[in-house]
């Protein structure tokens, strides 16, 4: 924590100082610090109707900002002004950035690569299967990969997981202040993350998950990573506002395609025909569309790979699809259907998961081959 950060604090919680405002008082005095110390001729005319504001609200602004300070040290959270050599470099490139962050773990932020994660809330099963590929692939491919997300119901947790499942960080960026969690249900996913990852807000302590916060963080989300991916999200909603974000921000934004008609589908269909994001499927579009280079090792391991001897079906609808393509490779998923006598939803889920299994490998045409 920087000497001014309290200041920092202290300036924001006077009423009519936004963060913009802090930002050029800042500048013009050369420290928060200095603009509680200033006196009334010391202020430019732009900011004179400032001056009565602060000197009325100094006393009361200071002590809130102190036991702020004091909290934080007591539950080991740092603390990141945008004044801070160590505040986030990709953030602190975006014109709204937080004035504060809130951090709890020791993440770096200057890492090599960062993508952020979001979808909807009610992913499809499929949807659900495809995120969690991606992530693990690319963290698998790439040690110097943090994933961030906003710690949601959905794509967001599921992102988390996966990161975490594969050993690498991940961040949350939440809507309320670190004394609280929200969702609580996601408690346990929070605590792994704090050990290499991290959970990060812009709002002080004692701060409520209210609706509009969330509005507020998604810029977080898109300004903190390289890139923004959607796996599934409807017609509005948190998702297509972070990627209106990191759009605005020059960053990337990738959308996973989905069928036509589906609910979860249309956000993404319509940034996709819009040329706001790029179509992506795999782990390999990504890479290929950020220019990610495998190191030699994960390189080398991926022109190896080949089928687990011991990739077994682990459900009887997969099973069923072995069967059926024992009896005729190159089929399709409706003809695999229709052979099984399975649901499509079912058979869908049923080829995602075999296929992150190594037991069938997709083809053009939406047909798959067996691989066991």
């Not at 499942?165 to 249900?185: C, E, F, I, N, S």
């Amino acid at each position: 924590m920087s000497a001014d950060f309290p200041y920092i604090i202290a300036l924001g919680n006077v009423n009519g100082v936004g963060p913009q405002r802090l930002r050029q008082l800042v500048e013009h005095f050369g420290s928060a610090e200095a603009v509680f110390s200033a006196s009334e001729s010391d202020f430019p005319s732009p900011f004179l109707p400032l001056f009565a504001a602060i000197l009325k609200g100094r006393a009361e602004a200071l002590s809130f900002a102190q036991a702020q300070v004091a909290i934080a040290e007591r539950f080991n959270v740092r603390m990141l002004a945008f004044s801070d050599d160590d505040y986030p470099s990709r953030l602190a490139n975006c014109p709204d950035a937080p004035v504060v962050l809130f951090c709890k773990g020791g993440v770096n932020f200057e890492t090599a690569k960062v993508l952020s994660v979001v979808g909807t809330r009610k992913p499809s099963d499929e949807g659900r299967i495809l995120c969690e590929r991606i992530v693990s692939d690319l963290c698998q491919r790439h040690p110097d990969l943090v994933i961030v997300s906003g710690l949601a119901f959905g794509i967001d947790v599921t992102a988390h997981r996966a990161a975490l499942k594969a050993g690498r960080p991940t961040v949350a960026v939440v809507a309320h202040g670190l004394d609280t969690l929200y969702p609580a249900q996601h408690r346990d996913v929070a605590s792994q993350m704090v050990a290499d990852g991290a959970i990060v807000s812009e709002f002080t302590f004692g701060t409520q998950p209210e609706a509009y916060n969330f509005v507020s963080r998604n810029r977080i989300i898109a300004g903190l990573a390289d890139a923004t991916l959607v796996v599934e999200t409807g017609e509005k909603g948190g998702s297509l506002i972070t990627t209106r974000n990191a759009f605005d921000y020059n960053r990337q934004v990738f959308a996973v395609p989905g069928f036509p008609g589906r609910e979860q589908s249309k956000g993404c269909n319509d940034l996709i025909k819009k040329n706001m994001a790029a179509l992506v499927e795999s782990a390999d579009d990504v890479d290929e569309c950020l220019g990610w280079e495998l190191p030699s090792a994960a390189r080398s391991a991926d022109t190896r790979r080949t089928p687990s001897l011991f990739a077994n079906p682990q459900s009887p609808e997969e099973e069923a699809i072995v069967a059926a393509l024992r009896q005729e490779d190159g089929l399709t998923a409706s003809v695999i259907g229709q052979r099984t006598r399975l649901p499509i939803a079912k058979v869908n889920v049923a080829l995602l998961n075999m296929e992150f299994a190594g037991i069938v490998k997709s083809l053009p045409g939406n047909s798959y081959r067996l691989m066991v």
